[in-house]
């Protein structure tokens, strides 16, 4: 017998009832890994016509050649040794198939996890059931990732091949910020704001565009909050001081990038529509403001709106006139 009855039913019953493997794929594991020990022990090379029996109640597993039975005395215990290896290995696929479905459920969303160490690039995370891969370009940059650190991540993707499982997480994801705003603003999870349009450089600004599809109701007000409570929090919760526009998206190109460009002033827009180009003229005191640090306003608000956005001085106008 190659292991005892009760053991064999036991294991053969967790594998299959609780891990919802089939019985019939375990046996048919187990018999080719036995034939596989079979040939290693007694030196056969050629075992394609070699048939192995294990009996599903007992586990007791034999040798046919030609449906003669060629089973070694003390070959048991080699089987039963196999059997128990290729049970505990399904057991870990099972495993890690569970924690693929499960996380593979939870892709789009964020999720807490805990820093556990890092390899001098990858950052692995504990996230609960499972170990997360933080890669270093989904890393904010400046960002310090010490072990037993708590952060929220977005779950980028969770995937299993050949047994084994890797799970994305990403602290640079604008939908990262997308979520965070969906945790925390009613009016978006209910469907009465929606977001049309994020763009983000991380760990430093990010701009959100977001208009109302329910009257009487205030996009940028419901995500910014009352004395800017719902955006602080958004803030808080994701653990960098990162400066977040809400701004109030348009159908008209114009209303949009000016928009786009807040907290700058009036502005006079000439729009390229052919070539997707805008010229902006402002104040010459609101030039830097609509420019921002090393461009970044700018920048970001071009993205935003689809448009090459370029700034120059009102005075510069009445030079081309």
Known sequence: MAIRKSEFSLALNQVATERGIPVEEVLDSIKAAVKI????????EEIEDFRVDIDPDTGEARIFEDNIDVTPPGFGRIAAQTAKQVIIQKIREAEKKAVVNYFGKQVGLV?????????????FVDI??????LPQEEQIRGEKYYPNNRFLFYLVSAEGEEG??????????????????RREVPELSQGAVEIREIVREAGERTKIAV????????PVGSCV?????????????????EKI???????????????????????????????KVADLY??????SLIIGRDGQNIRLASQLTGYTLNAFSKEKLQEKK
């Open 211 to 218: 208009n109302s599809k329910e009257r009487g109701v205030d």
């Open 111 to 123: 999720i807490s996890g805990r820093v556990i160490r890092s390899d001098g690039k990858n950052v």
């Open 225 to 241: 909050g009352q004395k800017g409570v719902r955006i602080q929090s958004v803030i808080n919760s994701l653990g960098i001081d």
């Open 128 to 133: 609960g059931r499972a170990e997360a891969v």
């Open 282 to 287: 402002v104040e010459s005191d609101e030039l």
């Open 37 to 44: 020990a079979y040939r290693k022990e007694y030196g056969e």
């Open 164 to 181: 084994r499982y890797k799970i994305l997480i990403s602290r640079r994801h604008e939908n990262l910020i997308k979520e965070l705003f």
């Open 245 to 275: 526009d809400v701004i109030q998206w348009s159908n008209d190109p114009k209303t949009f990038i000016i928009n786009a460009v807040s907290p700058s002033k009036a502005m006079e827009v000439h729009l390229n529509e052919k070539d």
